[in-house]
Protein backbone atom coordinates (compact mmCIF):
# COMPACT_ATOMS: atom_id res chain seq x y z
CA UNK A 1 0.00 0.00 0.00
CA UNK A 2 3.31 2.18 -0.40
CA UNK A 3 1.96 3.80 -3.45
CA UNK A 4 4.45 6.86 -4.63
CA UNK A 5 1.47 9.45 -6.31
CA UNK A 6 2.17 12.91 -7.20
CA UNK A 7 0.32 15.13 -8.22
CA UNK A 8 0.88 16.79 -11.57
CA UNK A 9 -0.87 18.42 -14.92
CA UNK A 10 -1.34 16.51 -17.91
CA UNK A 11 -1.67 18.77 -20.65
CA UNK A 12 -1.87 16.09 -23.13
CA UNK A 13 -5.56 14.84 -21.72
CA UNK A 14 -6.69 18.32 -20.67
CA UNK A 15 -8.55 20.98 -22.09
CA UNK A 16 -7.08 24.53 -21.15
CA UNK A 17 -3.81 23.55 -18.88
CA UNK A 18 -4.62 19.72 -17.25
CA UNK A 19 -5.21 20.49 -13.85
CA UNK A 20 -8.25 18.91 -14.34
CA UNK A 21 -7.17 16.02 -15.79
CA UNK A 22 -4.29 15.56 -13.18
CA UNK A 23 -6.26 16.11 -10.53
CA UNK A 24 -8.46 13.32 -11.41
CA UNK A 25 -5.80 10.89 -12.47
CA UNK A 26 -4.28 11.61 -8.44
CA UNK A 27 -7.83 11.21 -6.96
CA UNK A 28 -8.85 8.44 -9.38
CA UNK A 29 -12.24 10.11 -9.96
CA UNK A 30 -13.99 10.96 -13.54
CA UNK A 31 -11.97 13.82 -15.34
CA UNK A 32 -16.05 15.22 -16.10
CA UNK A 33 -16.55 15.57 -12.35
CA UNK A 34 -13.15 17.61 -11.61
CA UNK A 35 -14.64 19.90 -14.15
CA UNK A 36 -18.01 19.99 -13.31
CA UNK A 37 -16.95 21.24 -9.32
CA UNK A 38 -14.35 23.10 -10.88
CA UNK A 39 -16.88 25.40 -13.24
CA UNK A 40 -19.41 25.39 -10.10
CA UNK A 41 -16.97 26.45 -7.80
CA UNK A 42 -15.91 28.89 -10.25
CA UNK A 43 -19.52 30.00 -10.98
CA UNK A 44 -21.02 30.24 -7.72
CA UNK A 45 -17.82 31.80 -5.74
CA UNK A 46 -14.77 32.55 -8.32
CA UNK A 47 -12.59 30.79 -6.07
CA UNK A 48 -13.07 27.63 -8.74
CA UNK A 49 -11.18 29.95 -11.20
CA UNK A 50 -8.55 31.46 -8.74
CA UNK A 51 -7.19 27.60 -7.23
CA UNK A 52 -7.35 26.72 -11.12
CA UNK A 53 -4.87 29.37 -12.34
CA UNK A 54 -2.74 29.24 -9.36
CA UNK A 55 -2.38 25.07 -9.81
CA UNK A 56 -1.51 25.67 -13.86
CA UNK A 57 0.85 28.11 -12.82
CA UNK A 58 2.68 26.03 -9.80
CA UNK A 59 1.84 22.04 -10.80
CA UNK A 60 4.60 20.83 -12.98
CA UNK A 61 3.52 18.55 -15.75
CA UNK A 62 2.93 15.14 -16.75
CA UNK A 63 6.14 14.82 -18.30
CA UNK A 64 8.60 16.45 -15.63
CA UNK A 65 6.99 14.15 -12.96
CA UNK A 66 7.18 10.38 -14.66
Do not use: H
Not at 22 to 34: R, T
Not at 43 to 62: D, M, T
Request: charge should be positive; include cysteine.
Amino acid sequence: MNQNRRLFRDAKTGMVCGVCSGLAQYFNLDVSLVRILVAFLSLAWGSGLILYLIAALVLPEKSQVL
